[in-house]
């Protein structure tokens, strides 16, 4: 088999065998890229509540405790402290509660994942275990091999020796620009 032939076959068996995780990588990257802008692993949610507290009330974990248990939400309560301006601040898994003894008025911040988006970050950082880790490296070297096959599949004008070699030093070009002028 000549080595082109070969090249061709590998480039499009491997190619198949890697799209459904290229997409994964594709999609996990773009919202990572942009985590300055929104956290695509969680979203935030922010209720706004009214509780029979006031100044009178004895401030202990059972009297949070319950008015925990008032809401509908399930919280698990881990500890709370009165703050310097006299607001009951309580921390509860994956976030937090303040509430307004003058008023009674509380607020309640916490994260919840987002589906498939989470799980897809964390194959994307390879932070799942050893094994993950050595399958995306695989991935990463099948990637590259796809990418310098496919520079001499093509004869001809279009091939590497012309029309190629310009499409990639344009890209290699635009990252190192990108890496001289940013970083």
């Known amino acids: 088999m000549k080595l082109r032939r070969l090249l061709r076959v590998l480039h499009r068996d491997l190619g198949y065998f890697i799209v459904g995780m290229t997409?994964?990588?594709?999609?996990?990257?773009?919202l990572m890229n942009h985590r300055h802008d929104f956290?695509?692993?969680?979203?935030?949610?922010?209720?706004d509540f009214q509780t029979?507290?006031?100044r009178s009330a004895t401030i202990d974990a059972q009297t949070v405790k319950d008015v925990?248990?008032?809401?509908d939400y399930n919280v698990v309560y881990k500890k709370h402290f009165i703050n310097n301006k006299g607001d009951i601040k309580v921390f509860i898994e994956n976030g937090e509660v303040v509430i307004d003894p003058e008023t009674g008025k509380g607020t309640m911040s916490y994260l919840r994942r987002r589906p498939l988006f989470f799980e897809m970050n964390l194959l994307h950082k390879a932070s799942i275990g050893t094994v993950w880790k050595w399958v995306s490296d695989g991935m990463a070297s099948?990637?590259?091999f796809v990418a310098v096959s496919g520079l001499f599949l093509l004869k001809g004008k279009r091939g590497f020796g012309r029309?190629?070699?310009?499409?990639?030093?344009?890209?290699?070009?635009?990252p190192l620009l990108f890496a001289i002028l940013y970083i």
């Open 39 to 47: 956290n695509p692993d969680y979203k935030i949610y922010n209720v």
């Open 142 to 144: 099948i990637l590259l």
């Open 52 to 54: 029979e507290i006031n």
């Open 163 to 174: 029309w190629g070699l310009w499409w990639t030093i344009a890209g290699i070009t635009v």
């Open 23 to 30: 997409i994964v990588y594709a999609l996990s990257g773009i």
């Open 68 to 71: 925990l248990a008032d809401l």
